[in-house]
């Protein structure tokens, strides 16, 4: 792939396609506020390094999934104060996507400074299955600027209008946040340094699948916790209560236990389970044994025992990759396992990936230290799709 240092960005309008889909909670007063900015502080390179260059940068982004247009509720407005204020100078914000206040936001721009244009989705041209569709956007964002620089990994892999028809048709490069992403995870997936361990965690089995697939040709150790841990105990033969299960997946789940099996691939599966009476914080709850919940109680954490057995199991890792929590964390008395999880990876003495989504934003919640981690990913969706053994089209378009 193509970098910065590849394209002359001096006096250029550059249009960086970022990845803001923040999380927002109303604010009291009428308007919403970021409550994790994590997302905007990754693209800052980038920025920073086209302002540097003289370059006027043009940020396009989305925010959650509006349906029928235009939504107050998802402008990036919020977006812009914040980016305004991490970059310490004003962010203007169109109050379009690609129309007259786009380019009005664009030709005013001067040398290193920075514009936003309005959620890229309040135009249903950007996810149109109709590349024609989709083509007359790309065009329409084009126009806009000079050069493109593709830095939200967390869309990459998507075939939308901002994120690969533009790239066909203006000079791109990847920028410091995707090229970062492409060579972590390049490195993990062709040549990691061993012990190999992968954790996984999350609700439903039929979500990684093709990830655990493709995993078993070159893990070491896979641990398997959070909701889909109990299709793996159901096939097991133990019976799980009321927990989350997949039953039509039990007979493919066994299949994948006896493929690590004849791989000599160990999946690591809960010794025992935090319990409760209902899918609540107040709700009773207690640790039972993994072959012993009692119908009526759902598992919604690993146990103790499970705990001290998934950081003994990472201890001795050379490359560790970790995707999806390992039980309710949001709720108090469901966070211990992803917590311990998160803290055993730390102190592994190797590369150590957090795999985005609801992993990192259980490291922020739970106020774990993000430096004890190699790299935090910013994009859920693509790094499982990677580790799947996927191409992702927002990458192969950057492609020389």
Known sequence: MQTIDDLDVAGRRVLVRADFNVPLEDAGDGTRRITDDGRIRAVLPTVELLRSRGARVILVAHLGRPKNGPDPALSLAPVAARLGELLAAPVALASDVSGESAKQVSAALMDGQVALLENVRF??????????????????????????????????????????????????????LVLSEAKIFGKVLHNPERPYVVVLGGSKVSDKLGVIQNLLTSVDRLLVGGGMCFTFLAALGYGVGSSLLEVDQID???????????????????????????FSADAEHKVVAADSIEDGWLGLDIGPLTRALFAQSVSDARTVVWNGPMGVFEMAPYAEGTRAVAEAITHVDGLTVVGGGDSAAAVRLLGIDESGFTHISTGGGASLELLEGRVLPGLAVLED
């Open 123 to 176: 135009d249903s041209r950007e996810t149109s299955k109709d590349a024609a569709v989709r083509g007359q956007l790309a065009a329409e964002l084009a126009a806009l600027a000079d050069v493109f620089v593709s830095d939200g990994f967390g869309v990459v892999h998507r075939e939308q209008a901002s994120v690969t028809d533009v790239a066909r048709l203006l000079p791109h490069a990847a920028g410091l």
């Open 252 to 278: 493919t789940v066994k299949g994948l236990m006896a493929d690590a099996q004849a791989r000599g691939v160990s999946i690591v599966l809960p010794l025992d389970v935090v319990v409760a009476t209902a």
